[in-house]
């Protein structure tokens, strides 16, 4: 049974440039939330994604924006990079929609983004 | 903002010796849940603790929650090697939504 997959593991980009980030949530799952880890810190919620659609948003400016397909992968989108987009970005799924509970999600290992 | 915030930042320990690590937070909670994580990977849920409970165990972890003082505690016992890693604990507000707040975490160095 695999669990949840990131892909790429690493990544470098150059300022103004865009990135996509992808995840395949864990076998049965239906629900895919993304995190930003800056370095020293811990992860911050960016948004969720239910029955293709952007369910919930944390506090991200809109160059950030997702998508989920029909077979429940999703992927980050990140528009005109900035220094401070550098950080660990963590894919979690679960089953259910917005209202899945924390402790019921499962993460990624995570792509380590790094822009130049 | 970060809701929770684990002390120490940094923990040094012997392999055998116990780690405590608190977490204080700044608003009403319906749960909070501790994770580590290893080398900066992907997060690991150790154990929920629910607003109305004090304490509970999972193996050699030990957690205590005291909501008059928004603080909880996680106790590691008889530590080992692998358990090296960063902890956050992470909050869900009442009355909220299911976003999770994430603390920035304590690193704990177990030398064996």
């Known amino acids: 049974d695999a669990g949840v997959t990131q892909s790429p593991t690493h990544l470098i980009k150059t300022r103004g440039q865009q990135v996509t980030l992808r995840c395949s949530p864990k076998?049965?799952?239906?629900?895919v939330s993304w995190y930003q880890q800056a370095l020293g810190q811990g992860p911050q919620f960016i948004f969720q994604?239910?029955?293709?659609?952007?369910?919930q948003r944390g506090n991200f400016p809109d160059r950030f924006s997702g998508h989920q397909f029909p077979n429940y992968s999703s992927e980050l989108n990140v528009n005109a990079l900035l220094l401070g987009d550098s950080a660990l970005y963590l894919c979690?799924?679960?089953?259910?929609?917005?209202?899945?509970?924390?402790?019921?999600?499962?993460f990624g290992p995570g792509t380590r983004l790094t822009v130049t | 903002s970060q809701q929770g915030e684990e002390d120490p930042q940094a923990l040094s320990i012997q392999e055998g010796e116990n780690a405590t690590m608190n977490c204080s937070y700044k608003?009403?909670?319906?749960?909070l849940q501790w994770y580590r994580q290893n080398s900066g990977r992907g997060l690991v849920h150790l154990i929920l603790?629910?607003?109305?409970?004090r304490e509970k165990h999972s193996g050699r972890l030990r957690v205590t929650l005291d909501t008059s003082k928004k603080s909880s505690s996680l106790l590691i016992t008889a530590s080992r090697a692998a358990d090296t890693a960063s902890y956050f604990c992470a909050t869900h507000r009442s009355g909220g939504s299911y976003i999770p707040t994430f603390g920035r975490g304590t690193s704990l160095i177990v030398h064996p």
């Open positions: 979690a799924s679960s089953l259910g929609g917005p209202g899945t509970a924390l402790w019921e999600q499962y």
């Open positions: 608003t009403s909670i319906n749960n």
């Open positions: 994604y239910y029955e293709e659609e952007e369910r």
């Open positions: 076998s049965g799952h239906d629900t």
């Open positions: 603790i629910r607003s109305n409970e």
